[in-house]
Every structure is written in C-alpha cells, then in structure tokens.
C-alpha cells in the first residue's frame, strides 16, 4: 500500500513539473514573439544607411536602387534573396553578397566582369567580358581600351549571356586569352584577336600579326610573342608578322 502512495506521490509530482516546464514554454513563445514584435516596429532597426562596396562602372546609386532595399525599411523586413537576384539582373554584375550589419546598416559587396573585348554590329558596337559574357550594346567605345573579337555570331548573343560561336572550343580559348590578357602587366597593347579559324588563331598588336596557330601552349606561345614585340625593331615597325605556331624558335618579319 506504502508504494502505492510513494508511486502516486512521484506521479504527481513529475504532473507538475511537467506543466511548470510547459508554462515556461509558452512564456518563453510569448516573449519572444513581443520582441520579434517590437525589432519589426520599432524606429531602432530602420535602416540608416547602405554601403555599395566593389563597383566600377556600375554607380552605387543605381546597385541600392536596383537592389529594391530602401533608406528607413525595416532591416529584418529586407530581403537579401530578392535583392542579390534583382542585381545580377545587370550583366556588369557577376557577384552578390549583402550582410545586414544591426541595428541598422546595410552593406553590399559586388564583384563586376570586366568588359576586355568588343565588335561592332553595323552601328553598334557589342562589349564582351574577358569570359566571353555581351555585357552591352552601346553607340561609341571612346576610351575603353578594348579589343577588337573576331569569330563569333554576335548577331545572336543576348545580353547577360555568353556570346554564341559556331565551334564551343571558341569560348573556352576566349575564356584562356581573356585570363592572360588580363594579367599581361608588358607595354605591349593587343588590338585584335581573330577567333574565325582555330587552327591559325592570331592576334594583332596594331598592324603586327602575332601567328598563334592552335591554342595548344596558349600561354607559352603569348609569352614569347611579347617578349618579341618588346624589340625596338618591333616597335618601331608599322607592318609585319611573328610566327610562334611551331615547336622551335620564332621568327617574325617585318615589312618595309
């Protein structure tokens, strides 16, 4: 009978702990929904201020207006999902990160394709990232620096997207010249480059043709051209060529 008790009495016991944890629980629900409540209303979490960080040719006016996040929004209201995707919308764009720094700042970091090549389309002159994106169509490449792409159908690119090529091997040897380019830190300015047959690849400094051949050793081949174009008598000549499509020495001409 005695265990009876003792087992009733443990019983009860364990009863009301059970409900003392369950009332704490929906204290715990209750308070934190009053919070959550008060950081969505009050003044304290209105965003102050929006810092565009990694722009170059986009301004950062237009990367928060296009972001859709506003001065004075609350900031736990502020879709960081809707506002990456509404910024990559812009072809320039190639990254997106938002961090919400609380109480009340908001900071946007973005990473831009740089825009290396170009070909004109009867009036309109198309702008390439040296990963073979079309980045823009515009009227006048004044001050740009680009080079002129050969041996692609540009017609039928759209913008934000890779640019179209009869042969895919094209994008992938655009995507190889873009990097090296790139990093070319030489005096040497390239003008052109002539994808239209990929077995006798060529780039130009101005009027000196620079006779790659296949993409194969793209790098060596690159490096050795520059260090030929280097040479007063390449410098100073107005026409010519440099063969480096062959295993051996180089050779290059120049016309008189």
């Known amino acids: 009978m005695s265990k009876d008790l003792i087992s009733t009495d443990e019983y009860i016991k364990i009863k009301k702990r059970r409900k003392r944890i369950k009332k704490i629980a929906i204290l715990f629900v209750f308070l934190i929904s009053i919070l959550v409540t008060l950081c969505l209303k009050i003044p304290y979490f209105n965003i102050e201020s929006i810092e565009v960080q990694g722009n170059v040719n986009i301004s950062k006016e237009e990367i928060k207006n296009i972001s859709t996040i506003k001065i004075g929004n609350n900031i736990f209201y502020a879709n960081k999902k809707n506002a990456i995707e509404n910024i990559l919308l812009n072809p320039y764009i190639e990254e997106v990160k938002i961090t919400k ?48 792409l050969q041996g692609f159908e540009f017609n039928q690119s759209k913008i934000g997207n890779p640019i179209k090529a009869k042969d895919e091997r094209s994008v992938k ?17 390239f003008t052109e480059l002539d994808l239209r047959n990929l077995l006798d690849i060529r780039i130009y400094c101005k009027d000196i043709s620079v006779k790659i051949g296949t993409s194969d050793q793209l790098e060596k081949k690159l490096n050795t051209a520059i260090n030929i174009l280097k040479r007063d008598e390449l410098k100073k000549a107005k026409k010519g060529y440099v063969d480096v499509s062959y295993i051996g020495n180089p050779v290059f001409y120049i016309e008189k």
């Open 101 to 148: 720094k609380l109480p009340n700042k908001l900071q946007i970091y973005i990473k831009e394709r740089e825009a290396l090549f170009y070909n004109k389309v009867e009036k309109d002159f198309f702008i390439i990232s040296k990963n073979g994106c079309l980045l823009e169509k515009r009227k006048d490449i004044q001050n740009m620096k680009l080079i002129n």
């Open 173 to 189: 040897i655009l995507n190889d010249f873009g990097v090296l380019l790139k990093n070319n830190s030489s005096d040497i300015v």
